[in-house]
């Protein structure tokens, strides 16, 4: 059995030129499978056009985030890893899994002085920040990713390699769709003047579009035991979804429908029913406690050439190994339950003085040794089941002027957040037409569906967002061509009484670890986590060193005797 998400594209011939533009946030886990279509219809004129719009992409400074509390911190972890002593013999370290769980374990393994392989099993890096490029050169990806200044390891890790130009900040704002105002928006701004947290309740307080008074006073009471009770008390709220905590807390169920609904689908691509609030009370502890905590930014351009590619040349420099087209089949186990090496789909086998997974959890679930089953570290990871996203790329004809240069919440009950990636994103960049990226959530409903099905639900929510400019039957905007990635198991669904469930990156197993959003760490399931996930991988075994090197000797004397 295989985990598969399917890649689609249609393409519309038009007589034009071609675009250059991109991608961004949703995720994937699978193998991609095309279907192509090509339907002719005749170019649209420019004669009589009004003068063309000019849309050019604003970059703004990079917040002071170094000397926050949890960027310090990560700071600090990430110099342990090349301040340790080097060691006599460097560790050979299997990972399986080049997203950025795994690109991060082999990194701060090779700045220890160890020697990872890493192995992917696709050809392209990245894993849920995957990324392809069509036949006319222009890239989609598995989702929209934003950079949030509360990501002090992913912040750490630009800064390591030297690519902190790579992000392209946003003004401090967020931006919201007005359903029953189509074609308008409602804008929380974080003022500069003020610190955390009196920069995000002006923001909060001077909105009136989305909440009355009465409603930001019940929710601000609603949220502080929350702010006084810090990270114990978030974690206690796991067993409540959002819904129920709202209500406990006396919160009117409008905020829910006005803020948090978008919230979740953003978070967790699910419902606040169903989301557990742990999730949504690390976001807004960070968001409220950091001055920049909320501020947004874009990679420059797609994830594996820009971002995946300086952790692999990186890796490669000092030592590491990264090999693409290397699927695990099989963890093959010794007698006493230990891993003995990883089984290639080739019929290889690769052996080390330690072995990480970090793939997703489903995945990891399909290799899992059935004599390590019934252990309770594993057993519990049957909670943890990934959820369906769809991520949708739709390339319009024309320039598109009700846009922003930022992330934009749609409140559409069938998508999440959106981006014209042709403003916001400067290797697609394109000042004459729009290339939007959204995501398609919840998608449970909607993942078996056809493409055209899942264009068509699409254009329709589109046409409520940009009124004048988009209807469903393209009489307005045409649309030249589309991409939709699917992916059936994406970061793992945060529902209530997940976190117990959430193991440790070292194993019960000697020698076994593993990496990934859902193993146990402060920032659940998000690119923050993921890296995060992969240093604390990477010290587990930095730790464990001389243990591992007697286990290597009981190996190497077994095999002598046999």
Same mark, same amino acid.
């Given at each position: 059995?295989?985990?598969?998400?399917?890649?689609?594209?249609?393409?519309?011939?038009?007589?034009?030129?071609?675009?250059?533009?991109?991608?961004?946030?949703?995720?994937?886990?699978?193998?991609?499978?095309?279907?192509?279509?090509?339907?002719?219809? +005749?170019?649209?004129?420019?004669?009589?056009?009004?003068?063309?719009?000019?849309?050019?992409?604003?970059?703004?400074?990079?917040?002071?985030?170094?000397?926050?509390?949890?960027?310090?911190?990560?700071?600090?972890?990430?110099?342990?890893?090349?301040?340790?002593?080097?060691?006599?013999?460097?560790?050979?370290?299997?990972?399986?899994?080049?997203?950025?769980?795994?690109?991060?374990?082999?990194?701060?393994?090779?700045?220890?002085?160890? #020697?990872?392989?890493?192995?992917?099993?696709?050809?392209?890096?990245?894993? @849920?920040?995957?990324?392809?490029?069509?036949?006319?050169?222009?890239?989609?990806?598995?989702?929209?990713?934003?950079?949030?200044?509360?990501?002090?390891?992913?912040?750490?890790?630009?800064?390591?390699?030297?690519?902190?130009?790579?992000?392209?900040?946003?003004?401090?704002?967020?931006?919201?769709?007005?359903?029953?105002?189509?074609?308008?928006?409602?804008?929380?701004?974080?003022?500069?003047?003020?610190?955390?947290?009196?920069?995000?309740?002006?923001?909060?307080?001077?909105?009136?579009?989305?909440?009355?008074?009465?409603?930001?006073?019940?929710?601000?009471?609603?949220?502080?035991?929350?702010?006084?009770?810090?990270?114990?008390?978030?974690?206690?709220?796991?067993?409540?979804?959002?819904?129920?905590?709202?209500?406990?807390?006396?919160?009117?169920?409008?905020? #829910?429908?006005?803020?948090?609904?978008?919230?979740?689908?953003?978070?967790?691509?699910?419902?606040?029913?169903?989301?557990?609030?742990?999730?949504?009370?690390?976001?807004?502890?960070?968001?409220?406690?950091? @001055?920049?905590?909320? +501020?947004?930014?874009?990679?420059?351009?797609? /994830?594996?050439?820009?971002?995946?590619?300086?952790?692999?040349?990186?890796?490669?420099?000092?030592?590491?190994?990264?090999?693409?087209?290397?699927?695990?089949?099989?963890?093959?186990?010794?007698?006493?339950?230990?891993? @003995?090496?990883?089984?290639?789909?080739?019929?290889?086998?690769?052996?080390?003085?330690?072995?990480?997974?970090? #793939? /997703?959890?489903?995945?990891?679930?399909?290799?899992?040794?059935?004599?390590?089953?019934?252990?309770?570290?594993? @057993?519990?990871?049957?909670?943890?089941?990934?959820?369906?996203?769809?991520?949708?790329?739709?390339?319009?004809?024309? +320039?598109?002027?009700?846009?922003?240069?930022?992330?934009?919440?749609?409140?559409?009950?069938?998508?999440?957040?959106?981006?014209?990636?042709?403003?916001?994103?400067?290797?697609?960049?394109?000042?004459?037409?729009?290339?939007?990226?959204?995501?398609?959530?919840?998608?449970?409903?909607?993942?078996?569906?056809?493409?055209?099905?899942?264009?068509?639900?699409?254009?329709?929510?589109?046409?409520?967002?940009?009124?004048?400019?988009?209807?469903?039957?393209?009489?307005?905007?045409?649309?030249? +061509?589309?991409?939709?990635?699917?992916?059936?198991?994406?970061?793992?669904?945060?529902?209530?009484?997940?976190?117990?469930?959430? /193991?440790?990156?070292?194993?019960?197993?000697?020698?076994?670890?593993?990496?990934?959003?859902?193993?146990?760490?402060?920032?659940?399931?998000?690119?923050?986590?993921?890296?995060?996930?992969?240093?604390?991988?990477?010290?587990?075994?930095?730790?464990?060193?001389?243990?591992?090197?007697?286990?290597?000797?009981?190996?190497?004397?077994?095999?002598?005797?046999?």
């Amino acid at each position: 059995m295989s985990l598969c998400g399917s890649v689609s594209a249609l393409y519309l011939n038009l007589q034009s030129s071609k675009i250059s533009m991109g991608n961004v946030l949703a995720f994937r886990s699978g193998e991609s499978m095309g279907n192509t279509l090509r339907i002719p219809f +005749k170019k649209r004129s420019s004669k009589g056009a009004g003068c063309p719009l000019q849309v050019v992409c604003i970059d703004y400074p990079r917040p002071e985030l170094e000397n926050t509390v949890n960027f310090l911190e990560a700071a600090s972890l990430s110099a342990s890893f090349r301040s340790a002593s080097r060691p006599t013999k460097p560790l050979k370290v299997i990972i399986a899994g080049a997203g950025l769980a795994g690109l991060s374990t082999a990194k701060y393994l090779a700045d220890a002085g160890h #020697t990872p392989i890493l192995l992917e099993a696709r050809d392209v890096l990245g894993g @849920k920040v995957a990324a392809w490029k069509d036949d006319d050169g222009d890239w989609y990806e598995t989702g929209l990713h934003i950079f949030f200044g509360a990501y002090p390891n992913v912040q750490n890790l630009f800064g390591e390699l030297g690519i902190n130009d790579r992000l392209q900040w946003k003004e401090h704002s967020m931006i919201f769709a007005m359903p029953n105002k189509p074609g308008e928006f409602s804008r929380f701004d974080f003022p500069e003047v003020l610190p955390a947290p009196l920069n995000g309740i002006w923001a909060i307080l001077k909105n009136n579009e989305m909440l009355t008074w009465p409603e930001k006073v019940k929710f601000a009471i609603g949220l502080l035991p929350a702010m006084l009770g810090g990270q114990p008390y978030v974690e206690a709220q796991d067993g409540l979804s959002v819904k129920d905590w709202m209500r406990k807390q006396g919160v009117p169920d409008r905020v #829910t429908e006005e803020v948090f609904i978008a919230m979740s689908k953003a978070l967790n691509f699910i419902n606040p029913d169903e989301l557990s609030m742990q999730c949504i009370l690390i976001a807004l502890n960070r968001f409220l406690q950091e @001055k920049h905590g909320s +501020k947004m930014a874009f990679l420059d351009g797609n /994830p594996p050439e820009r971002l995946c590619m300086p952790i692999v040349n990186h890796i490669e420099s000092l030592g590491g190994e990264v090999r693409l087209n290397s699927r695990i089949k099989k963890i093959e186990l010794n007698e006493d339950g230990t891993v @003995k090496t990883f089984l290639l789909n080739n019929g290889n086998t690769i052996e080390g003085d330690a072995y990480v997974v970090a #793939t /997703p959890v489903d995945i990891f679930k399909l290799l899992l040794p059935e004599d390590w089953r019934e252990i309770s570290y594993f @057993k519990k990871l049957e909670k943890l089941v990934g959820v369906p996203v769809i991520n949708v790329h739709i390339w319009f004809d024309r +320039k598109l002027k009700n846009t922003y240069d930022h992330l934009l919440f749609s409140r559409s009950p069938l998508l999440s957040v959106y981006a014209d990636m042709s403003v916001t994103c400067k290797e697609y960049y394109n000042p004459n037409q729009s290339m939007l990226e959204l995501v398609f959530a919840p998608a449970e409903e909607w993942i078996a569906c056809s493409d055209s099905e899942i264009i068509d639900a699409t254009m329709k929510e589109l046409a409520k967002l940009f009124p004048d400019e988009i209807s469903a039957d393209q009489s307005k905007a045409k649309v030249v +061509k589309y991409h939709i990635v699917k992916t059936p198991r994406s970061v793992y669904k945060t529902v209530p009484n997940c976190e117990p469930c959430r /193991p440790l990156q070292r194993s019960p197993i000697q020698g076994f670890y593993l990496a990934g959003d859902y193993t146990k760490q402060k920032y659940l399931a998000s690119m923050e986590g993921a890296v995060l996930s992969g240093k604390l991988c990477a010290q587990s075994i930095v730790q464990d060193y001389e243990l591992l090197c007697t286990l290597g000797q009981r190996k190497l004397t077994g095999a002598s005797i046999h």
